[in-house]
Structures are given as structure tokens and as C-alpha cells.
């Protein structure tokens, strides 16, 4: 069956894409992957509204600091933290060569999964922030490129332990050539990063308790290992559901016990396994 993927026909003045819902129209898409956009749907004054600022500033630094600058006039990125570490990290050596490195939209990375756009980086980054002060444990689930996963890296420093894991052998390599190009690559280097091919359901025990848990695709329920390894005053970023997903914040307290609240309506890859994610889904 064709997937069905809703597009927002309107671009206002500020390159912002809006659409109330009398004016979405449905848009078929052959391709399997492109139904799982990585991206961020919320309602906003009753009107569906695609947070997709179609912003393109050029390449190299420039390219950089204009997407971070857009994010920040848009109220994405509030922290001073947040936006110098996704200004000095390159996302141009992270997304595949010849596509839009610094517009706000996913970007297909093959093997049916996207990198995610710049906004959604933006926001889990926000909400992770105060679990990402030097010294702290990350785990990136679904890590794909290792954008975000060097994001952490470059948050946490030296003294911190930052863990990715893909479960597409290829996609693992391929993330290790990208961070080794980056301004993280010293943290690979050193051992303080480090990426592993492996079902980020089960998470990395290795190196658990974790201050924070970022899952970059959409679990029908939250794993148990996940929340297991989650540090007492930790938090995890997770998007949940099917064709309707919502991106929860799970904060563990220091009693262990479990306050989830939703942060807004989201579009991601499925959280599954290998062989349904090759096969399409
Ligand atoms: N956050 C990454 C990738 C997002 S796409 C980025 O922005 O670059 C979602 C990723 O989750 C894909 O790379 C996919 O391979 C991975 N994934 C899906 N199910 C998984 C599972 N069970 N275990 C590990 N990785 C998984």
C-alpha cells in the first residue's frame, strides 16, 4: 500500500510553513522511507502546524549559524549551550553528500531511516540540556548519522561517556566516518564516545546508569531496559506510537518512580527490528 503523507501547501513570509487543515492535501509517496518524516507536528491555535522552517543559508559556517540563528528567532533553541554546540558541529559531514545539510527537514540516510531535521535536534537537546552538564552519561538510541549522538559528546566533555546505538551495521560505520571529520572526533579518539551496532531496546548496560536517554525513533511502548537503565534523576526523550506519535519526557525521580509528560506531536522512524526496518516496514 502507498503511504500517505500530509504536506503543507502554504510558505508564509518568514519561510515558515503553516497550513490549517482545510488546506493540507494528501500527497502519495512510493518511497517506504518517506513516510516517517523526523519531524515535529503540533496543533497550534486549532490549525495543524508543521514546524518545517524551510530555511537555507547557504553552506560551510555560514550555512551553520544561519540554521542555528533561525532556530533560536523561532524560540527552538533558548539555551547559549545548545546553540554552540549545533554551531560547531558541522551537520554538513553528517548528512550525505549533495543534499540540504542546513534546511530544517529530515534527510533520508538509506536503509529506510533519516536523519532527523535540525528542529527536532534542537528540542531533544533543550529538553535534555540539564542532564548533559559535564561529567554526564548519554545514550543515543537509533544514533543514524551521530549527529545528535556528537551533540551529547560535545556537552558532557572528556570526563563524560556518551553511547550510541544503531542496529544497521552500516549506518554505525558510516557515523563513525562522520564523527571522525567532526569537531567530536577527539572524543571518539579518546574512548569517552563511542558507537555500537546492537537493538537499542535492550539499550548498553555497559556504561548504564545514564543522566539522559535520547531515542531518535518511535517505540509502541516504552522498553523496559530503557527505563531500567535510566539514572534516579535521570530523564529520556522518547517519541511513541504508531501512525500518531507523541514525544514523551520521562523524568525517573530520586525514589524511582516514573512522571512522563507530552511534549508534542511527532513524525519518526519506527523503533523496530532490523529486518522489518530493511524490509520496509
Ligand atoms: N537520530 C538519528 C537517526 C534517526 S532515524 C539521526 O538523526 O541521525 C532512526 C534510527 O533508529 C535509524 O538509524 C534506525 O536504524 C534506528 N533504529 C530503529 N530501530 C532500532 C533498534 N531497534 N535498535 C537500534 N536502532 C534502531
Known amino acids: 500500500m502507498r503511504a500517505q503523507v500530509l504536506l503543507c501547501p502554504t510558505i508564509t513570509a518568514y519561510g515558515r510553513l503553516y497550513c490549517a487543515p482545510r488546506r493540507l492535501h494528501r500527497y502519495n509517496s512510493s518511497s517506504s522511507s518517506s513516510q516517517f518524516l523526523n519531524l515535529n507536528l503540533s496543533r497550534f491555535s486549532g490549525a495543524l502546524f508543521f514546524h518545517m522552517e524551510q530555511f537555507q543559508s547557504g553552506t560551510g559556517s555560514s550555512g551553520k549559524r544561519g540554521m542555528v ?86 556537552m558532557v566533555g572528556a570526563e563524560g561517556r556518551v553511547v550510541g546505538v544503531d542496529h544497521i551495521p552500516e549506518l554505525v560505520d558510516m557515523s563513525i566516518k562522520n564523527i571522525e571529520k567532526s569537531v567530536a572526533a577527539s572524543f571518539l579518539k579518546k574512548g569517552s564516545l563511542s558507537l555500537h551496532v546492537g537493538d537499542g531496546r535492550k539499550g548498553w548496560q555497559e556504561f548504564a546508569p545514564y543522566d539522559a536517554i535520547h531515542v531518535g525513533a518511535a517505540a509502541s511502548e516504552i522498553p523496559q ?57
Not at 98 to 120: E, F, K, Q, W
Not at 247 to 269: A, M, P, Q
Open 69 to 154: 540563528e533561525n532556530l533560536k528567532r523561532y524560540g527552538v533553541i533558548s539555551s547559549k549551550r545548545v546553540a554552540q554546540v549545533m554551531e560547531a558541529l558541522d551537520r554538513g559531514l553528517f548528512v550525505p553528500v549533495g543534499s540540504s545539510a542546513y534546511v530544517d527537514t529530515p534527510v533520508p540516510i538509506g536503509y529506510n531511516a533519516t536523519i532527523s531535521a535540525p528542529h527536532m535536534h534542537a528540542t531533544c537537546l533543550q529538553l535534555l540540556e540539564d542532564k548533559l552538564h559535564p561529567g554526564m552519561r548519554a545514550l543515543d538510541v537509533g544514533s543514524g548519522t551521530g549527529y545528535l549522538t556528537s551533540c551529547f559528546a560535545l
Open 225 to 281: 531496559p530503557l527505563l531500567d537503565q535510566l539514572k534516579p534523576g535521570g530523564r529520556m526523550v522518547i517519541p511513541l506510537g504508531t501512525y500518531f506519535q507523541e514525544l514523551k519526557v520521562i523524568d525517573k525521580n530520586e525514589d524511582g518512580s516514573i512522571k512522563v509528560h507530552t511534549e508534542t506531536s511527532v513524525r519518526y522512524v519506527p523503533l523496530t527490528s532490523r529486518v522489518e526496518q530493511l524490509g520496509g516496514f
